[in-house]
């Protein structure tokens, strides 16, 4: 009887322990923002200052945050459209960024002399803030659509054409022995050696990237007046002291980078096998 | 028992030995100037034989071996393959490497099938398959072949590498301390494995080893070096033990320790290592 009594418990008792765990995870993030919340609605009330407080952001924008659909044409549209037309452009300017910056980064991993010429022109273009591209940019493609995508693929391009040619430098010398032994061709090469051993480097290039490149629209939508996005949503909020409205598109810009983030932290997990993580 | 170059030559069957490293120096440039490795080496192995070749860390023996498969050139002098002198890597000149060189990301099969794939390009998909699975069994890793190279041990992949290796049929297998790094009673396994095999398939194999009983129990002759820079072969001990070999009658031989002996006095007294 005991015996069966113990096996019948420590089950339930692990179980419990889990959920436990489960919950605790979610419980503290959750009220670490509640507390966050707290300080910031006292601040307002003690200081002198044109912010409101999270009670008076809710109340002036409960029709943006409970209505994220509306469309009424131009750029009035609701939270979702705006966010949803910034992503298209993210989406279109980091895909060119990625096919370019992995196939450049292939090239000059693979080949010293461009390496040598390249680097130091890289190491310069590499550090200029998205922001400063967008004068040329306009000046370049006239448009603004056309100027925002060349934003948004000269910001994402850099960390992925980088990595992908410190992945190409770093193939073991084991490796390439290998592949000279075999006299492998080299599609052969290509595809069994050079892009497995770079993709965990890739990989963290384009981890990177999507992340500057959600930085980057929404600097890049701020500049570029009349369009459609959550850059320039929150520009004309502002010049119409609607700052409940700046802060709630805040939220949904973090919370979009975060799930850009994560999902590309996932799709890292298929693809690259546990070995290689 | 202890023969020279020449004997040996003589010895053959063949008028030309198979494989001949002919005067062969070997300098790398350095900052504070040239490094000379090897000076006017010479060797001459016929076809089938197993070599073993020995020394102190250094000494050139990785240089030397570089040379046979293509990855190394000589500054001067010539090594010769069947007459033709050698120009790069390739796979008639095998190279078991030194940390196996396996690709993490292909599983045992397609390790060992990447080569046989290239080499014979003639051949049907199943065929490749075929012969594969063939020396996979072989190295008795026939259950194993869908698993990654980081699932399995030192042991197991040194096999695959044996495998991806000899199902090339090479007409030469170069082994670089292929058993260093494994545990005694694994490395004696393998080597038994490896006389099978090279009984079977009679490729001529040159080995590097640091371990002189490994040596003995191998190799048809054993090519020990002088130290570096500057190193030679200072002997080449003929081992005359009669194959098939079993280990531990070999080792009740008072010729055995004879051997053993001459080759500990070449590496510990005449050519003591002085540690720089």
């Known amino acids: ?277 | 028992m202890v023969t020279s170059l020449k004997s040996a030559q003589r010895s053959s069957h063949d008028a030309t030995p198979f494989l001949i490293v002919d005067q062969v120096s070997k300098v790398y440039p350095t900052k504070t100037g040239d490094y000379t490795v090897l000076k006017d080496v010479n060797l001459a192995v016929n076809q089938g034989e197993f070599i073993c070749v020995i020394g102190h860390s250094g000494c050139g023996k990785s240089t030397l071996l570089n040379m046979v498969s293509g990855f190394a050139k000589p500054t001067t002098g010539r090594v010769l393959l069947q007459g033709k002198p050698i120009e790069k890597p390739g796979p008639d000149r095998m190279v078991v490497f030194q940390g196996y060189a396996l690709l993490p990301w292909l599983s045992v099969f397609e390790n060992v099938y990447l080569g046989v794939n290239v080499v014979y390009p003639q051949k049907s998909k199943s065929e490749k398959t075929q012969i594969v699975k063939e020396f996979l069994a072989m190295v008795g890793l026939a259950d194993a072949m869908e698993k990654k190279p980081p699932q399995i041990s030192g042991g197991m992949k040194q096999r695959v590498a044996i495998a991806r290796a000899l199902a090339l049929c090479p007409e030469v297998l170069i082994l670089d301390e292929p058993f260093g790094a494994l545990d005694a009673i694994t490395k004696e396994e393998l080597q038994e494995e490896l006389l099978k095999i090279w009984n079977t398939h009679k490729c001529t194999v040159l080995m590097i080893t640091h371990d002189i009983d490994e040596a003995l129990f191998l190799a048809d002759r054993l090519v020990m070096m002088t130290n570096g820079p500057a190193a030679a072969i200072g002997e080449v001990m003929e081992i005359p033990f009669r194959r098939p070999r079993n280990r531990s009658r070999m080792m009740e031989t008072p010729e055995y320790y004879k051997l053993r002996n001459h080759a500990l006095d070449f590496l510990y007294n005449r050519f003591a290592h002085d540690d720089e």
Do not use: C, H
């Open chain 1, 1 to 277: 009887m005991t015996i069966a009594r113990k096996q019948f418990n420590k089950p339930s008792f692990v179980l419990d322990k889990k959920l436990k765990q489960r919950l605790e995870d979610i419980a503290t993030p959750l009220g670490t923002i509640l507390i966050l919340l707290l300080i910031w609605q006292l601040l307002t009330m003690i200081l002198p200052t044109d912010l409101p407080g999270p009670i008076k952001v809710v109340q002036e924008t409960w029709v943006l945050i409970l209505y994220p659909f509306f469309d009424f044409g131009g750029t009035n549209k609701g939270l979702f459209w705006q966010v949803f037309t910034s992503l298209q452009r993210v989406a279109i300017g980091y895909s060119f960024a990625a096919v370019v910056g992995i196939g450049l980064g292939i090239l000059v991993g693979l080949n010293k002399r461009l390496s040598k010429g390249l680097d130091p022109i890289f190491n310069i273009l590499r550090t200029v803030p998205p922001l400063a591209w967008v004068p040329i940019a306009l000046a370049a493609l006239k448009q603004n659509q056309p100027a925002a995508l060349f934003v948004i693929f000269i910001t994402a391009i850099w960390p992925i054409l980088i990595n992908t040619a410190v992945g190409v430098r770093q193939i073991p010398q084991d490796f390439n022995n290998v592949a000279q032994v075999l006299q492998l061709p080299k599609t052969e090469y290509f595809f069994k050696i050079l892009i497995p051993s770079a993709l965990p480097y890739i990989f963290t290039g384009l981890r990177i990237a999507i992340g500057l490149s959600w930085l980057a629209i929404i600097a890049a939508e701020i500049v570029m007046s009349g369009i459609v996005g959550i850059g320039f949503f929150i520009w004309n909020a502002y010049q119409n002291s609607q700052i409940s409205e700046i802060i709630v598109s805040l939220v949904y810009i973090g919370l979009v980078g975060w799930l850009l983030d994560s999902l590309m932290a996932w799709v890292q997990t298929l693809i690259l096998p546990q070995s290689q993580r």
